[in-house]
């Protein structure tokens, strides 16, 4: 029997984390243009995007592969390697973060520094693609094989509860805005009419502070 698939919220993330990867990407590549002050909004920014990705892989690792896991009654080889990935990826954003630190320190962005993070940007871009390409289709394949909606939306109120507040209250706008309007709309429907009410009043509002004046350095 095949299931529906109604656990976007995590494909969403996917996206999220994706376009923010890409634009660092670019960023870095333009490095030697900012000013310092302009270094440190950046740094501001990726120390919240690594926050998410942080957090998000926690999630996967210690909640939605244990469940697949658990239901296949073995190990994946395949959830392993994606594991593993996950320790590489935190790997170059850590060391991402060092490089930050040192532009923003730095009176004159040397080349060699430059050099430096814009390939620890590219790698982390094309590892973080190919490994959401795989992940979401095994994902995919065995969450619609074996678990039933109730069971999606059971494993998905487990990743909530485990999320502190403060990702939660950036979570909705920071979604929406890398979604089209169909998906901003299959999002909501999933969540809380509190957690929407706040998202008007507050958390837009204060998610727009810290990634605004990143995303000015785009144009």
Same mark, same amino acid.
């Given at each position: ?111 060699? %520094?430059?050099? /430096? =993070? ?6 982390? !871009?094309? +590892?973080?693609?190919?490994?959401? $390409? &795989? ?39 920071? %979604?929406?805005? /890398? =979604? ?6 299959? !999002?909501? +429907?999933?969540?809380?009419?509190? $957690? &929407? ?23």
């Amino acid at each position: 029997m095949k299931y529906d698939f109604v656990m976007q919220g995590s494909f969403f993330a996917h996206r999220a984390l994706l376009r923010d990867t890409q634009m660092l990407h670019s960023l870095a590549e333009q490095m030697d243009s900012f000013s310092k002050d302009q270094v440190k909004e950046i740094r501001k920014w990726y120390q919240f995007y690594w926050s998410m990705m942080e957090i998000h892989h926690q999630a996967e690792d210690d909640i939605l592969f244990s469940a697949v896991e658990k239901r296949m009654n073995q190990p994946s080889e395949i959830i392993e390697a994606m594991e593993v990935e996950h320790n590489r990826l935190q790997f170059l954003i850590d060391e991402i973060k060092r490089l930050l630190g040192e532009a923003e320190r730095s009176t004159v962005l040397g080349n060699e %520094l430059k050099t /430096s =993070l814009s390939g620890h940007t590219l790698e982390l !871009l094309e +590892l973080f693609s190919s490994h959401i $390409a &795989k992940e979401e289709k095994y994902i995919h394949e065995w969450i619609t094989m074996h678990f039933s909606p109730k069971d999606q939306r059971t494993v998905e109120r487990q990743v909530r509860r485990k999320a502190p507040t403060s990702y939660l209250s950036y979570m909705i706008p920071w %979604l929406h805005d /890398s =979604l089209t309007e169909e998906e901003k709309r299959k !999002l909501d +429907l999933s969540l809380p009419w509190m $957690a &929407k009410a706040l998202n008007r009043l507050l958390w837009q509002r204060k998610y727009e502070k810290i990634s605004e004046p990143v995303k000015a350095l785009m144009n």
